[in-house]
């Protein structure tokens, strides 16, 4: 649905993005993250028609954003940019039914329209309300519902959960996955990272242009994960267990809490069940033998170098 082929911006000094690939199947939520300046409002925005590119392609549902796509790409694309003017002296109602206007729905089909976006935000009861006393969580739900007017296949928005408190933040995670369970395909971008687990089908992690990790968040943690995090639970044989763990020198960090052991394994995944097999063998009794996965966060600062 949104694909882009060798992708290159170049704003000098090293800014901008550089040869990024990367496909988003149809029905799909992106979490596109990266700090700040790493690149990912100016991938928005080629995708979005609004910046153009020194290199590379960009393709939406097959067609490729130039500008003489412009207009049908807008058809297909909902946008919300990451900082977007709000017309004050509105109520929600006139503002969305301005922007219904623009989208050329015909003054008929608005009033439906507006309750239909209003209700996928889970903002019926803003309709009154004047833009200009709404809470920041509450402009990003209208800022999302003006997006879905025009009922595109596909929404990117920048950084959505951008200032909002925990609860707005959930309120807005609910509502993404349910754009996403009516069929939208869906790119974000944000720096809140564990929240972007929960939510992505996919994610992509972007430093300084580059794509740094591509894939789901399992398919992420394991390509950066260096070494394997592993935990044993132990019934008992606590010392014949650590003398199997001494023959292994992929065997690292190995620490021992009350009947669990915890340590890195700096190898190949085939070579776990002989560690398991060994400790048997020497008869230790063991409960529980797992792999820990790194979170979002832990990735993060693997990939991006800030640990
Ligand atoms: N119009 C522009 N002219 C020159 N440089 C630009 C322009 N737009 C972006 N840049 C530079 O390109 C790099 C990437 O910026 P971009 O805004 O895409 O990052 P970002 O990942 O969206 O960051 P943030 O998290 O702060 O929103 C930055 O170094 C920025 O200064
Ligand atoms: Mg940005």
Redesign the pocket.
Known sequence: MIRIEHLTRD??GG???HDLSMEIPKGKIFGYI????????????ILCGL?SQTSGRAFINNLEVTPANAKRIKKIVGYMP?NFGVYDKMSVWEYLDFFCAAYHIPPKARQKRVQEVLALTNSQHMLDYQVASLSKGMTQRIGLAKTLLHDPEVLIL??PASGLDPYARIEMRQTIMRLRDIGKTIML?S?ILPELAGVCDLIGI?EK?RLLAFGTVDEVTRQVQENLKLSVSIVSGMERAQQVFADFPEVQNLECNGNEMHFRFNGPRGKLPDILTRLVANGVSVAEFREEHADLEEVFLSVTHHN
């Open positions: 704003f000098g800014r901008g993005i990266g700090p700040n300046g790493a690149g990912k409002s100016t991938t928005i925005k910046y990451d920048d950084e971008s720096h972007l242009g």
